[in-house]
């Protein structure tokens, strides 16, 4: 049974573009939450989808904007890159809002120069 | 709003030995759920074990288990019998349960220990 498959591995990007992070979750999972994590610190909630729409969001700015498919599968894009954007994404599948059952995926590493 | 706190950064245990890692946190929610997870250098969080705010009984699984002090905020994390596998990324978290409060898991900023053969 397959876990939470993230996309690219690892992305390398310039000042001021634009990214897409993507994230098929478990099977059986229908909501997928997304953690920043800079290097050196813990992961930073970022948003969470259920039903195709952004249920929870966290202190992140408008750059950061994400997408649920009916596959339950998600997107994560980010407009207008900064060096401090730099960080390992992290993707979350679990059954319903609740943390408890959380499945993480291995993340992106985006590095952007 | 919820902090968890890990006040060491790196700790080092002999193979076969135990260790406690620990964990503050803070909360004004009286319904709420604590964590630990691993992430070894492949960056994947790993889920070890949880413990409910009303649990009576500290949480146990395998070789972990969570030492829950509640009136000191306290989460500590047990490893017993230490295995060279261990060594990893070691986080704790939170998340409040209580109707109307945001279903997140606030992290702490994690300890790194190693076990040494």
């Known amino acids: 049974d397959a876990g939470v498959t993230q996309s690219p591995t690892h992305l390398i990007k310039t000042r001021g573009q634009q990214v897409t992070l993507r994230c098929s979750p478990k099977?059986?999972?229908?909501?997928v939450s997304w953690y920043q994590q800079a290097l050196g610190q813990g992961p930073q909630f970022i948003f969470q989808?259920?039903?195709?729409?952004?249920?929870q969001r966290g202190n992140f700015p408008d750059r950061f904007s994400g997408h649920q498919f009916p596959n339950y599968s998600s997107e994560l894009n980010v407009n207008a890159l900064l060096l401090g954007d730099s960080a390992l994404y992290l993707c979350?599948?679990?059954?319903?809002?609740?943390?408890?059952?959380?499945?993480f995926g291995s993340g992106t590493r985006l590095t952007v120069v | 709003a919820q902090k968890i706190t890990q006040t060491q950064p790196g700790m080092f245990v002999q193979e076969k030995e135990a260790v406690t890692l620990d964990c503050t946190y803070d909360?004004?929610?009286?319904?709420?759920?604590l964590f630990w997870y691993k992430q070894p250098s492949s960056g994947e969080m790993i889920f070890l074990i949880y413990?409910?705010?009303?649990?009576?009984q500290n949480a146990t699984e395998g070789r972990y288990s969570l030492n829950f002090q509640k009136a000191r905020k306290s989460a500590n994390l047990v490893i017993s019998a230490s295995q060279l596998g261990d060594s990893a990324m070691y986080f704790c978290?939170?998340?409040?349960?209580?109707?109307?409060?945001?279903?997140?898991?606030?992290f702490g900023s994690g300890t790194q220990l190693t076990v040494l053969p």
């Open positions: 979350a599948s679990s059954s319903g809002p609740s943390p408890y059952g959380y499945t």
């Open positions: 099977s059986g999972h229908d909501t």
């Open positions: 989808y259920y039903e195709e729409e952004e249920r």
């Open positions: 909360t004004s929610d009286q319904s709420y759920g």
């Open positions: 413990q409910g705010s009303y649990d009576e």
């Open positions: 978290a939170m998340s409040p349960f209580s109707s109307g409060s945001a279903r997140q898991l606030t």
